[in-house]
C-alpha cells in the first residue's frame, strides 16, 4: 500500500501539471528547484525511492490556502550542474496531495502534506461500485478505447494503450486521460482540483467525444482535401458543404487537432528540408531519414515525439560540414600570441610549429589530431592561453569544464531512450559553436573523477585517440561524428592524477610559475590595463588615467602574494582599481591618480607576508626543504626529534614516527634517511642523543597538507644530522634531492618552481642535485640565477659539507664509498 510521508519536498511546475498514473518532464531551472536536486534527489541512493511533490505554480491572487499537487517518484534526472544550471525530470505521479502548511523555505521548500486517494493501480474502497459512477466509468473506457482506435498511431502502441485502458481502475482512468489530451493549463488545473472521482469522469467524458468528433473531422477533411480548390485549406464555401453533410456544430469547426496538425506538419516539411540541406553523411542521413518517418507516424501527444524531435534538430543543429578557415601567418601569429600573453616561450613556439605543419598540411602533409596538455601551477594562464591560441589561428574557442565529472554520460552523452536524455558535453559545445574544428579547451583533466556511472576518463580517451576520433559515436547522437579537425587543449596542475591511457595520448608542455621580475611585467604590460578596462577607469577626469609604480607593483607582489600565478596579483590590482574608482566618484577627495607604495596599507590593509618572516633555525633538528605542489614551489621544514623508548618496547631498534600527512612515496624516502643516518653515523662522538636507544620522530609541516614524493630525502638526513650533532642547519638554505641507501642524491622534479619558491621566500642559497644542472640552465631565467648561490651535491657528505654552519665531523663508516659517490 502506498504511504505518502508527510513531510516532503516540493517542486513548483509553471507549464506542467502531472496528473497521478502519468509521467511528465519537467524542467528545473529556478534556483530552489535546483537546490532541491542538488540536495536531495542528486543524493538519494536509488531515485524511485525518493518522493517529491509538484505543485502548479499559480498566480499570487488565485493561490489557495491548501494548493492540491501530486506526490511523483523520479524516474530519471539528467542535465548540467555548469552555470547555467538545468535539469530535466522524468517524473511519474503517484496520487493527490494537500499541502497543509509550508515548514521550510530555504535552500528549498519543504511542506506538510495529506495524502488523497490511492496510487492508481490499487483498489479504492473509498470508490462506490454501485450507482452512477461504475455505469459512466465504462461509458468513458468505451470511448477512449474508440478514440485510440481512431488515432493514427503505430500498431504496439495502439495494442500498449489499449491495454493500459483496459487495465486501470476506474478512479484513476479520468486522471490517465487528462494526461494523454491536449488540455489548457486552467482546463487540466480543475481537474487535478477534482477530489471526487464521478465528478472527475464528468468532467472528462465529454471532452473525450469532442476529441472523437474532431479527429473524425480531420479524417473526412483529408479525404475530401482533393475536391477543395485551396487543397488543405477549406474556405467559408467548403464549411457550408461540411454544414449540409452535418459534420459541423453551432457553425463552428472546434479543431484543435487541426491546428496543431497544421503547424506540426509545416514544422516536420520545414524540418525534411533542413536535414537534406546541412550535408550529413550518407550513413547520418539514412538514419535521419528513417527516424524522421517514424516522427510523422507519431502521435504527438507521445511523449517519445518530442524525444525524437529534440534529436533530428540536433542533427540539423550540428556543424556536420562547416568549418571556419585557419589564419595560417605565422609573423601576425606570434605578434598576436606575444600581445596577450607575457614570456611562455615554449608554449608559444609550439604553438608555432603546429602552425607551421597546418602550413604544409594544406600543401598535402598530414598530421594526426593535436592534443595539448598544459600543466602548471594555478594561475599562470593557461586557461587564457588556450583562448589566445583560438583567436590566433582565427577558431572557434569552446571550454568544458572537466573538475569534478564523474560520469562518463558526461562526456559520451545519454542513450536516447529515455525522456529527458541529452548528448554529452563534446556534441553539445560543437552545437554551440556551429563549427567543426574549434579549439576544445578541456580544463582540470587531472580533477576528472571515477563514479559509480562509468569512468570519464575511458570515454576521453575515445574523443582523444586520433585513430577513433574521426568516428566518435555519443550515445545520444548514436550516429559517427568526426572529431578529428579539433584542436584539443587540456590543463592540468599535476600529472599524477591524469589517467595514464590519457596522458599518453597528450603533449605535455609544463607552463611554470613566474620570477618576480616576470610577474612584474605581467602586471605592467596586462592585468593593469585589463582592471583598469574592468573598471571603467580608462579615462577619469579630464583624459587621466591612474597610474601604479614600479616600486607599488614590486611591493604587491613581494609582500601581499606569495603564488606561483599571477591570480591573486590580479585580485590585488582589482582591489586597488575598486579604490580609486569610490575616490574618483565621491565629490569631497581628490581622484588618486598615481598609486605608490605608500596608498598600499590604506588600500589592501597590512602587508601579509614579510621577507622576514623565514624561520631562524635555533634549535637542532630543524633543516628546510624545498617541496614541489600542484599550486607551484613551496618552502617545508623538516623537524626531527629523538626520545627515550617506550618502556613496553621490547625491539632491538627505536620506532621511527612520521607525521604531517606523508604519501607512501616520502614515508619510504624518511626510513630511507634514517637508515642511512643509522648506518653511517655509528661510532660517533656527536653530543646529540644515541640514536640506537630513541624513537625518532620526524614532522613534516604543515600537518593538514597532504605530501608525497622522494625529494625531501637529503632534507630528513641533514635535520637528523643536526639533532644529533647537536649543531645548527644555516637557516639562509634550502634543499631538495632524492637520497639513496648509499647516500647519493639523485635528481628531482620540479627544480624551476622550487628555485622561485626560494626566491619568493628569500633564501639566498640552494643545494639541488648535480643531475639537475641541465634543468637550471634551461628553464630557470637569468636574473634568478644571477641572484641565488646554487650548489649542486653528488652525495650526502657535500650536503652535510654545505647545511651547516660549523663544519660538522661525521665519523661516516663507508668513506671510501661516500667519497666515490658522486661518480657513480
Ligand atoms: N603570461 C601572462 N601574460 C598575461 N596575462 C597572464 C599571463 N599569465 C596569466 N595571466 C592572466 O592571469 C589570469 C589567470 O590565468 P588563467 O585563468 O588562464 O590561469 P590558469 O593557469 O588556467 O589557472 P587554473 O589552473 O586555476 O585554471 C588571467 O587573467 C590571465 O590573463
Known amino acids: 500500500m502506498l504511504q505518502i510521508p508527510s513531510r516532503i519536498p516540493i517542486l513548483f511546475t509553471d507549464d506542467i501539471i502531472v496528473m497521478p498514473g502519468s509521467s511528465s518532464v519537467i524542467k528545473v531551472d529556478r534556483s530552489r528547484d535546483l537546490n532541491l536536486v542538488k540536495y536531495v534527489i542528486a543524493h538519494t541512493t536509488s531515485l524511485r525511492s525518493c518522493i517529491i511533490g509538484t505543485i502548479p505554480r499559480t498566480l499570487p491572487m488565485e493561490k489557495p490556502k491548501h494548493p492540491i499537487g501530486t506526490a511523483?517518484?523520479?524516474?530519471?534526472?539528467?542535465?548540467?550542474?555548469?552555470?547555467?544550471?538545468?535539469?530535466?525530470?522524468?517524473?511519474?505521479?503517484?496520487?493527490?496531495?494537500?499541502?497543509?502548511r509550508i515548514t521550510q523555505n530555504t535552500p528549498y521548500v519543504v511542506a506538510q502534506v495529506t495524502q488523497i486517494g490511492k496510487w492508481p493501480?490499487?483498489?479504492?474502497?473509498?470508490?462506490?461500485?454501485?450507482?452512477?459512477?461504475?455505469?459512466?466509468?465504462?461509458?468513458?473506457?468505451?470511448?477512449?478505447?474508440?478514440?485510440v482506435n481512431a488515432l493514427d498511431v503505430n500498431k504496439e502502441v495502439l495494442i500498449h494503450l489499449k491495454t493500459l485502458l483496459k487495465k486501470l481502475p476506474d478512479h484513476a482512468l479520468p486522471d490517465l486521460l487528462a494526461s494523454m489530451l491536449h488540455m489548457r493549463k486552467d482546463k487540466k488545473m480543475e481537474m487535478l482540483n477534482c477530489l471526487d472521482a464521478l465528478e472527475r469522469i464528468q468532467r472528462i467524458y465529454?471532452?473525450?467525444?469532442?476529441?472523437?468528433?474532431?479527429?473524425?473531422?480531420v479524417k473526412i477533411k483529408k479525404d475530401l482535401a482533393g475536391s477543395f480548390p485551396n487543397g488543405n485549406k477549406i474556405g467559408k464555401k467548403d464549411l457550408q458543404i461540411l454544414n449540409e453533410e452535418g459534420l459541423i456544430k453551432d457553425d463552428k469547426l472546434i479543431m484543435t487537432p487541426k491546428r496543431d496538425h497544421d503547424s506540426l506538419a509545416d514544422g516536420l516539411e520545414c524540418l525534411e528540408k533542413k536535414l537534406k540541406s546541412v550535408g550529413l553523411p550518407p550513413n547520418v542521413s539514412k538514419v535521419a531519414m528513417r527516424e524522421l518517418q517514424r516522427l510523422k507516424k507519431m502521435p504527438s501527444a507521445l511523449p517519445e515525439h518530442s524525444v525524437l524531435l529534440n534529436y533530428l534538430e540536433l542533427l540539423t543543429d550540428l556543424p556536420w560540414c562547416i568549418s571556419t578557415t585557419d589564419t595560417l601567418d605565422l609573423q601576425k601569429a606570434k605578434e598576436d600570441l606575444d600581445k596577450d600573453h607575457h614570456s611562455m616561450e615554449i608554449l608559444k613556439k609550439r604553438v608555432l610549429e603546429y602552425l607551421a605543419v597546418q602550413k604544409l598540411k594544406h600543401r598535402g602533409a598530414n598530421i594526426g589530431g593535436l592534443i595539448l596538455c598544459f600543466v602548471g601551477p594555478p594561475g599562470v594562464g593557461k586557461t587564457s592561453i588556450g583562448r589566445s591560441i583560438a583567436k590566433t589561428l582565427g577558431r572557434k574557442f569552446h571550454r568544458i569544464s572537466l573538475g569534478g565529472v564523474c560520469d562518463q554520460s558526461d562526456i559520451r552523452g545519454h542513450r536516447r531512450t529515455y525522456i529527458g536524455s541529452m548528448p554529452g558535453r563534446i556534441i553539445s559545445g560543437l552545437k554551440s559553436v556551429g563549427a567543426n574544428n574549434p579549439v576544445f579547451l578541456l580544463d582540470e583533466v587531472d580533477k576528472l573523477g571515477k563514479g559509480l556511472q562509468g569512468d570519464p576518463g575511458a570515454a576521453l580517451l575515445e574523443v582523444l585517440d586520433a585513430e577513433q576520433n574521426h568516428s566518435f559515436v555519443d550515445h545520444y547522437l548514436n550516429v559517427p561524428f568526426d572529431l578529428s579537425n579539433i584542436l584539443f587543449i587540456a590543463t592540468a596542475n599535476i600529472t599524477s592524477t591524469i589517467p595514464s591511457a590519457l596522458l599518453d595520448r597528450m603533449e605535455i608542455l609544463e607552463v611554470p610559475g613566474y620570477t618576480e621580475e616576470e610577474k612584474i611585467t605581467i602586471?605592467?604590460?596586462?592585468?593593469?590595463p585589463k582592471q583598469l578596462d574592468v573598471h571603467g577607469l580608462h579615462n577619469i577626469n579630464n583624459g587621466a588615467k591612474p597610474d601604479i609604480s614600479e616600486e607599488a607593483i614590486k611591493k604587491v607582489v613581494k609582500m601581499y602574494t606569495r603564488e606561483a600565478g599571477v591570480r591573486e596579483l590580479d585580485r590585488k590590482l582589482a582591489s586597488i582599481c575598486r579604490a580609486v574608482a569610490v575616490q574618483a566618484t565621491s565629490n569631497s577627495q581628490a581622484p588618486l591618480v598615481d598609486i605608490g607604495v605608500d596608498d598600499l596599507p590604506t588600500i589592501l590593509g597590512p602587508q601579509k607576508f614579510d621577507r622576514t618572516d623565514l624561520l631562524i633555525l635555533s634549535k637542532p633538528g630543524v633543516a628546510a626543504g624545498l617541496a614541489w605542489t600542484k599550486t607551484g614551489g613551496?618552502?617545508?621544514y623538516v623537524e626531527a626529534s629523538c626520545m627515550d623508548r617506550g618502556q613496553m618496547d621490547e625491539s632491538s631498534i627505536g620506532k621511527i614516527i612520521l607525521t604531517g600527512q606523508l604519501g607512501d612515496v616520502m614515508k619510504e624516502s624518511a626510513q630511507l634517511a634514517v637508515s642511512?643516518?643509522?648506518s653511517n653515523v655509528k661510532k660517533t662522538d656527536l653530543k646529540g642523543p644515541k640514536l640506537s636507544n630513541s624513537d625518532i620522530h620526524l614532522h613534516f609541516p604543515a600537518g593538514a597538507v597532504g605530501k608525497d614524493g622522494p625529494s625531501a630525502g637529503i632534507t630528513i638526513a641533514t635535520a637528523l644530522v643536526s639533532l644529533l650533532s647537536g649543531k645548527l642547519v644555516r637557516s639562509d638554505i634550502a634543499m631538495t634531492g632524492e637520497i639513496t641507501l648509499q647516500g647519493r642524491v639523485l635528481p628531482v622534479g620540479g627544480i624551476k618552481e622550487k628555485v622561485l619558491a626560494a626566491h619568493r621566500a628569500g633564501i639566498n642559497k640552494v643545494l639541488l642535485p648535480a643531475q639537475n644542472r641541465r634543468d637550471v640552465i634551461t628553464e630557470l631565467p637569468h636574473d634568478v640565477c644571477e641572484a641565488m648561490d646554487i650548489q649542486y651535491v653528488g652525495s650526502i657528505e657535500e650536503v652535510l659539507e654545505n647545511a651547516f654552519l660549523d663544519e660538522v665531523r661525521i665519523p661516516i663508516q663507508c668513506e671510501a664509498l661516500m667519497n666515490n659517490s658522486s661518480k657513480l
Open 523 to 528: 602586471c605592467k604590460k596586462h592585468l593593469w
Open 634 to 636: 613551496e618552502l617545508m
Open 676 to 678: 642511512w643516518v643509522r
Open 72 to 100: 511523483v517518484i523520479i524516474m530519471q534526472i539528467s542535465g548540467m550542474d555548469e552555470p547555467p544550471s538545468k535539469y530535466m525530470l522524468l517524473v511519474h505521479g503517484l496520487c493527490r496531495i494537500s499541502v497543509e
Open 206 to 217: 465529454p471532452l473525450i467525444m469532442e476529441r472523437i468528433e474532431n479527429v473524425k473531422l
Open 121 to 147: 493501480f490499487e483498489p479504492d474502497d473509498n470508490i462506490p461500485n454501485d450507482g452512477d459512477l461504475p455505469l459512466l466509468s465504462s461509458k468513458l473506457r468505451q470511448s477512449a478505447i474508440q478514440l
